[in-house]
């Protein structure tokens, strides 16, 4: 299986912030890696895939980078909305894996 | 709009069979190229990917789960299904239900989940 870690696994930031998290890949995933948020309650939310691609609706100050074996989320100017749980995952091969999680909360 | 809305028992005994259904709106299970799939995620914990189904029946299963997991659909009802035996508390979870649609080339990524569904196994 390819394992996913995410860095840091917690961050405390304030409303305005830039926040970058990092997840590395055990192996080669080219860009299949998506980034999802999810707040208490509720099911995960895809914020970005192929890596970098903006999904639907999601607020330009997301952005996603990355190829191979790293890749960050950035998250600019860090609204009160934001502060969740965020996963990667990866599907470049069988089985499906999701990282460990970054919670993000409020300084 | 798309919804997807997990249903079953929200208690099983160990060593039983779980039994959920995820029932589709706004969208055909037949439909290409997507695929369903379950994901859990016990309390406090991550995202644990189960197994897939395409429209056409052809399913993939975590290996570790796979001697217990089985996808099914139902194309008449738009429904899909989860079916995981021999039940431990280790397997007591949220249970979600998630669409993954093909994105040309870009590969394939879960664009809308249920709500989820506690399942707790005990006694």
Known sequence: DIQLTQSPSF????????VTIT??????????????QQKPGSAPKLLIYAASTLHSGVPSRFSGSGS????????NSLQPEDFAIYYCQQLN?????????????IK | QVRLQESGPGLVKPSQTLSLTCTVSGAS????????????QPAGKGLE???RIYPNGNTYYKPSLKSRVTIS???TKNQFSLKL???????????????????????????????????????
């Open chain 1, 68 to 75: 191979g074996t790293e890749f960050t989320l950035t998250i």
């Open chain 1, 23 to 36: 997840c590395r890949a055990s192996q080669v995933i080219s860009n299949y890696l998506a980034w999802y």
């Open chain 2, 49 to 51: 990917w189960m197994g």
């Open chain 1, 93 to 105: 091969s069988y089985p499906i894996t999701f990282g460990g999680g970054t919670k993000v909360e």
């Open chain 2, 73 to 75: 659909l139902d194309a």
């Open chain 2, 85 to 123: 035996t021999s039940v431990t508390a280790a397997d007591t979870a949220v249970y979600y239900c998630a669409r993954a649609t093909y994105y040309s080339d870009r590969g394939t990524y879960f664009d809308y989940w249920g709500q989820g569904t506690l399942v707790a196994v005990s006694s």
């Open chain 2, 29 to 40: 299970i037949s439909s290409n190229p997507s695929y369903w799939s379950w994901v859990r």
């Open chain 1, 11 to 18: 961050l405390s930031a304030s409303v305005g912030d830039r």
